[in-house]
């Protein structure tokens, strides 16, 4: 197995093993060709790594954080990196002799990336928190969720992977433009608030209100609401232009002069009553065939064991299998320097003897470190 190609050929990140948005953030780097060494606990366990495909894409060292001699290795990990990535409460790290500090005083051009859910100072900073918990405080949650009804989390993607590890990615990189040395604090709260931009721009103009499900995109009209079929599946319609509503209308054979007009709210109501009747006379694939051929902007809602065999995705090659696993392609594409996967998740600690010898550690050294159990894994 070689490392993956990609854009960023040569640069080398350093991961400290966490859960949730530094790992995709070290996948990202590792899917645009980033050499990223992943460091994981001594006698970490994980269940069926290899197809934890997140973990796809570095190699992986078993290091006891807590040891002197951990701590050292980590450090020359850092010596010749271009990143760290570390996603510890604020001030676990310098606790452990590897903070920023501890790192630029090695390697002043590195740049130490830190991931949290609160950020690294405020009031909450210290406190523990999941996904939830940070897109609830940033105003993001309030926004999931149909009129008179409780939020409903969209799974773990706001806050952990768009609110945090793509910004910390983001946050990475810019630094590294900038001209290294820098320390990026990356918080879940911060990120997933950014991600409400727009929502706060149109609440400033008037055209959107503060409560869930009773805007013209968050499911309170009828032109941007999911449909249940005839088989029980659904389909997605997000026909916000006229031009687009006109052909949704067509194919649902609706006269446009027979039915409300849909500028006025009050009208939403009965609008949407009429377009689940509707829709609930065909199948959701029978809709598919039938609104594919139009830019009425439905779309068929497929489950993740679908969404690898649409036609489109199949076409892009959106989805790919790897070692007998599905699963999504490296994004954005380049023309020149694409992305390639060619290196699997591995176990914990897999390169531990392979990282120590590029490392300088010689084979006795290595044996002492295993035997004092300040590394472990298997070879490579």
């Known amino acids: 197995m070689t490392a993956v190609r990609g854009p960023l050929a040569g640069l080398r990140v350093i991961e400290l093993a966490g859960l949730g948005p530094v790992p995709?953030?070290?996948?990202?780097?590792?899917?645009?060709?980033?050499?990223?060494?992943?460091?994981?606990?001594v006698g970490a366990a994980a269940v069926d790594p290899e197809r934890y495909v997140m973990h796809r894409g570095r190699r992986s060292i078993a290091v006891d954080l807590k040891h002197a001699d951990g701590r050292e290795i980590v450090l020359r990990l850092a010596d010749g990196?271009?990143?760290f990535l570390e996603g510890f409460r604020p001030g676990v790290t310098e606790r452990l002799g590897i903070g920023p500090a501890d790192v630029h005083a090695r390697n002043a051009r590195c740049i130490y990336g830190r991931m949290t859910g609160w950020g690294q100072d405020g009031p909450l900073a210290a406190r523990a928190g999941h996904d939830i918990d940070y897109i609830a405080v940033s105003g993001a949650l309030?926004?999931?969720?149909?009129?008179?009804?409780?939020?409903?989390?969209p799974v773990n993607?706001?806050?952990d992977f768009g609110g945090g590890g793509a910004?910390?990615?983001?946050?990475?990189?810019?630094a590294l433009w900038e001209g290294g040395g820098q320390?990026?604090?990356a918080a879940m709260v911060d990120g997933s608030a950014v991600l409400t931009t727009m929502l706060h721009g149109l609440l400033a103009q008037g055209r959107w209100r503060d409560e869930p499900g009773v805007n013209f995109a968050d499911t309170g009209s009828n032109f941007y609401e999911v449909y249940e079929c005839a088989d029980g599946r659904h389909v997605a319609v997000g026909a916000i232009e006229a031009q687009f509503y006109d052909e949704l209308l067509a194919g649902l054979g609706l006269d446009r002069d027979a039915v409300p007009d849909r500028s006025d709210p009050a009208n939403w109501p009965a609008?949407?009553?009429?377009?689940?009747?509707?829709?609930?006379?065909?199948?959701?694939?029978?809709?598919?065939?039938?609104?594919?051929?139009t830019d009425a902007c439905v779309a068929p809602v497929l489950s993740l064991t679908e969404a690898p065999d649409h036609p489109h995705n199949a076409a892009r090659h959106t989805f790919v299998d790897r070692n007998g696993i599905t699963q999504p392609a490296p994004a954005p594409r380049f023309s020149r320097t694409p992305a390639e996967l060619d290196r699997p998740p591995a176990r914990p600690g897999q390169h531990t003897d392979e990282v120590l010898a590029e490392l300088g550690y010689d084979a006795g050294?290595?044996?002492?470190?295993r035997a004092q159990q300040v590394v472990d894994g298997g070879g490579s």
């Open 271 to 293: 609008l949407k009553a009429t377009f689940a009747s509707a829709f609930r006379t065909r199948t959701r694939d029978e809709w598919d065939e039938l609104f594919s051929r």
């Open 157 to 159: 993607l706001v806050g």
């Open 183 to 185: 320390v990026v604090d």
């Open 81 to 83: 990196a271009h990143a």
């Open 24 to 41: 995709f953030a070290a996948m990202l780097f590792a899917d645009l060709g980033a050499d990223v060494v992943r460091v994981d606990r």
């Open 167 to 174: 910004f910390l990615a983001i946050g990475v990189l810019a």
């Open 365 to 369: 050294t290595v044996a002492r470190l």
């Open 142 to 153: 309030h926004t999931f969720a149909r009129a008179g009804e409780r939020p409903v989390p």
